[in-house]
């Protein structure tokens, strides 16, 4: 293309200026002086792991989600794998779940041996739909994990309404979706046990790190175990108490949160709310702004749900545009807008395909959704200018490929 044809219109991909001159990623973390303070203070203390920030860190997560009690763990995945342990699942037995997630949901069921079976999702929220659920039930379910979408809670009363008729137990994966509420009710507190994650680009971070939540004081003791090699006891509890003896009652894991980042983590969540009103703006001044863009269909909110807008997953209309998603993709990029895909479902990566069989076409809304998905920018720290570069360069692409 001549520089004589190329207006601020023409797109980065083809010759022309980007949107912005710097990359914006799609997720990123906020850490301030007073988290940093935070940890140098633990540094300079005598407890670098299981000491006493762990349980002040899970006691203010209970508080903030609504829950009896809070167990950390050293990643939502590891959160997961005890979420499933405690939940009893066994070689032999199945767990459903939804495909629409990060693979971590799905492997947890098979780190204890079990078959996770997948559901499909509803075509608005993405989430698992209760009917496909009960359609997947057999003699050998023992468990039913949601996942909380982009941050938007999944249907819990008809899950958990499903799982009470057949004896199961549900795992909520709350990793998108912390602060989040259904019907008025703090997601944390509403399904046996629900996970979170810390991940960076989540609501709150402690680089690595996870949470399960629960209202069930029995599961919370064998959770405990669970991130402690299976011990009776920790490290500090036995000093404090003057004694060495301790039992292994259970086959456990190392999979503990250090007192340095719990202090992060106490510090953080200081700022969910705060976080929180910022990932709504963001979320309505986009889906006000997409009213106007016919090929871009806003993430639903349904009524019951007030979501935590972890991710901002748009869906393409297809038949509106003369490009398919990755062109789409390539060109926000090159206007530096760091857009991401959430998720590819997971019974189509290799590791499933060849474990399971599967050949696509299992799970059309799943399916459906992915070839159209783009997970836009958002995070609580996006300026209002990052939001309105957004804005600018989905209207510049979108209106570049309309037919
Ligand atoms: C839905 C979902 N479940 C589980 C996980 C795993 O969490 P972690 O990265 O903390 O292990 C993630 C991570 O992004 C996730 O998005």
Same mark, same amino acid.
């Given at each position: 293309?001549? #520089?004589?044809?190329?207006?601020?219109?023409?797109?980065?991909?083809?010759?022309?200026?980007?949107?912005?001159?710097?990359?914006?990623?799609?997720?990123?973390?906020?850490?301030?002086? +007073?988290?940093? #303070?935070?940890?140098?203070?633990?540094?300079?203390?005598?407890?670098?792991?299981?000491?006493?920030?762990?349980?002040?860190?899970?006691?203010?997560?209970?508080?903030?989600?609504?829950?009896?009690?809070?167990?950390?763990?050293?990643?939502?995945?590891?959160?997961?794998?005890?979420?499933?342990?405690?939940?009893?699942?066994?070689?032999?037995?199945?767990?459903?779940?939804?495909?629409?997630?990060?693979?971590?949901?799905?492997?947890?069921?098979?780190?204890?041996?079990?078959?996770?079976?997948?559901?499909?999702?509803?075509?608005?929220?993405?989430?698992?739909?209760?009917?496909?659920?009960?359609?997947?039930?057999?003699?050998?379910?023992? +468990?039913?994990?949601?996942?909380?979408?982009?941050?938007?809670?999944?249907?819990?009363?008809?899950?958990?309404?499903?799982?009470?008729?057949?004896?199961?137990?549900?795992?909520? !994966?709350?990793?998108?979706?912390?602060?989040?509420?259904?019907?008025?009710?703090?997601? =944390?507190?509403?399904?046996?046990?629900?996970?979170?994650?810390?991940?960076?680009?989540?609501?709150?971070?402690?680089?690595?790190?996870?949470?399960?939540?629960?209202? !069930?004081?029995?599961?919370?003791?064998?959770?405990?175990?669970?991130?402690?090699? =299976?011990?009776?006891?920790?490290?500090?509890?036995?000093?404090?108490?003057?004694?060495?003896?301790?039992?292994?009652?259970?086959?456990?894991?190392?999979?503990?949160?250090?007192?340095?980042?719990? +202090?992060?983590?106490?510090?953080?969540?200081?700022?969910?709310?705060?976080?929180?009103?910022?990932?709504?703006?963001?979320?309505?001044?986009?889906?006000?702004?997409?009213?106007?863009?016919?090929?871009?269909?806003?993430?639903?909110?349904?009524?019951?749900?007030?979501?935590?807008?972890?991710?901002?997953?748009?869906?393409?209309?297809?038949?509106?545009?003369?490009?398919?998603?990755?062109?789409?993709?390539?060109?926000?990029?090159?206007?530096?807008? =760091?857009?991401?895909?959430?998720?590819?479902?997971?019974?189509?990566?290799?590791?499933?395909?060849?474990?399971? =069989?599967?050949?696509?076409?299992?799970?059309?809304?799943?399916?459906?959704?992915?070839?159209?998905?783009?997970?836009?920018?958002?995070?609580?720290?996006?300026?209002?200018? !990052?939001?309105?570069?957004?804005?600018?360069?989905?209207?510049?692409?979108?209106?570049?490929?309309?037919?």
């Amino acid at each position: 293309m001549s #520089a004589t044809t190329v207006s601020a219109q023409t797109l980065a991909i083809h010759g022309g200026s980007p949107v912005r001159a710097s990359f914006l990623p799609y997720g990123r973390q906020s850490v301030d002086e +007073a988290d940093i #303070a935070a940890v140098v203070e633990v540094l300079r203390s005598d407890w670098l792991t299981t000491g006493p920030k762990v349980a002040e860190f899970e006691e203010a997560f209970a508080v903030r989600v609504g829950a009896a009690h809070a167990v950390s763990f050293s990643s939502g995945t590891a959160a997961l794998h005890a979420a499933a342990s405690v939940a009893g699942l066994k070689a032999g037995e199945e767990a459903i779940t939804t495909p629409m997630t990060f693979a971590a949901t799905a492997n947890c069921v098979l780190y204890q041996g079990a078959t996770p079976v997948f559901a499909d999702v509803r075509g608005d929220t993405l989430n698992i739909d209760p009917e496909q659920i009960e359609k997947k039930i057999s003699p050998r379910t023992k +468990a039913i994990l949601p996942v909380d979408y982009a941050g938007h809670p999944a249907e819990l009363a008809p899950i958990l309404e499903i799982a009470r008729r057949h004896g199961l137990i549900v795992i909520e !994966d709350a990793c998108h979706a912390l602060g989040a509420e259904y019907s008025g009710r703090r997601v =944390g507190s509403i399904a046996d046990m629900t996970v979170f994650s810390f991940h960076p680009v989540k609501h709150i971070t402690t680089g690595e790190g996870g949470m399960v939540a629960t209202n !069930d004081p029995q599961f919370a003791e064998t959770l405990r175990r669970f991130r402690n090699h =299976g011990i009776s006891s920790d490290a500090r509890q036995r000093q404090t108490a003057g004694q060495w003896h301790y039992e292994m009652v259970l086959l456990g894991f190392n999979y503990r949160l250090p007192d340095i980042v719990c +202090a992060l983590g106490i510090q953080q969540m200081k700022r969910l709310d705060a976080n929180l009103v910022r990932r709504r703006e963001i979320a309505a001044l986009y889906t006000k702004a997409f009213q106007e863009i016919f090929s871009v269909i806003p993430p639903t909110v349904r009524a019951e749900a007030s979501p935590a807008w972890h991710l901002y997953p748009i869906r393409l209309d297809l038949k509106k545009l003369t490009a398919d998603r990755t062109q789409i993709f390539r060109a926000l990029r090159a206007e530096n807008i =760091g857009v991401n895909v959430h998720y590819i479902p997971v019974h189509l990566h290799p590791y499933y395909r060849e474990r399971f =069989g599967y050949k696509g076409g299992e799970f059309p809304m799943a399916e459906d959704g992915y070839t159209r998905l783009i997970s836009l920018p958002m995070f609580h720290g996006m300026s209002d200018q !990052d939001v309105q570069d957004v804005i600018r360069a989905m209207t510049k692409v979108m209106s570049c490929f309309a037919r």
